[in-house]
């Protein structure tokens, strides 16, 4: 046993099945097998059975590398509920998030198995990044014309214009106009534990 396998006890005993089924279900969720998640996380396929069956409580820096292998939060591992005004996200509580030229607004509660943002994309950036990650991605163009790679085909789409496909397919956005473009998209990253804005880790200018 690792040093990160540890018996951790603390608390009472009956607080872990809680937390064991929300743990397998999660795995479940993010197509992992067990002895996968328990490589990707430190831990021998044993003790991660163990903690899916309560019969030992994970310690935090347990939580915090399954949640990293699930691409999830540790109150998500935790089975924490979210609360009632978190299903409503006003206008004005969206914080606008800058990366790579790109502005994000959170369009959605965090914790879910699906992100919702409102993107601004302005002409001419990170127009040679190529994203690749599990999931599925939707988009709905707002304003201004967005080229869409996916794979070898590009596609041009204007304002009521959508698109759903497989992350797994090689895509690249950029806006078609001088004054940008502007998105709602919905994508789901459960088994990224990357890309929180989903910036792939594929770079490179497609032909």
């Known amino acids: 046993m690792s040093s990160s396998e540890k018996e951790h006890t603390g608390g009472p005993a009956g607080e872990l099945p809680a937390v064991a089924p929300q743990l397998r279900s999660l795995r479940r969720r993010a197509g992992l097998t067990l002895e996968a998640a328990a490589r990707d996380a430190g831990l021998s396929p044993a003790h991660l059975s163990r903690l899916e069956t309560g019969q030992r409580q994970p310690s935090l820096p347990m939580l ?28 004005g509580d969206m914080e606008p998030t800058h990366a790579g030229g790109w502005t994000y607004w959170q369009a959605g509660a965090s914790g879910r198995g699906m992100q919702a943002l409102r993107v601004r994309v302005p002409y001419g950036s990170q ?24 794979g070898d085909t590009t596609h041009v789409l204007a304002p009521g214009d959508s698109a759903h496909f497989d992350s797994l397919t090689p895509h690249r956005l950029a806006a078609g106009d001088q004054d940008g473009v502007e998105l709602l998209f919905v994508h789901t990253l459960l088994q990224s534990p990357t890309a929180a804005l989903c910036l792939g880790p594929i770079t490179g200018e497609l032909p």
């Open 64 to 91: 915090l590398a399954l949640a990293r292998v699930y691409g999830t939060t540790v109150s998500d591992l935790l089975g924490e509920t979210v609360a009632d005004r978190d299903a409503i996200v006003r206008a």
């Open 127 to 150: 127009g040679d990044i190529v994203r690749v990650h599990p999931g599925e991605e939707w988009l709905y163009v707002l304003r201004g014309r967005l080229r869409l790679r996916l």
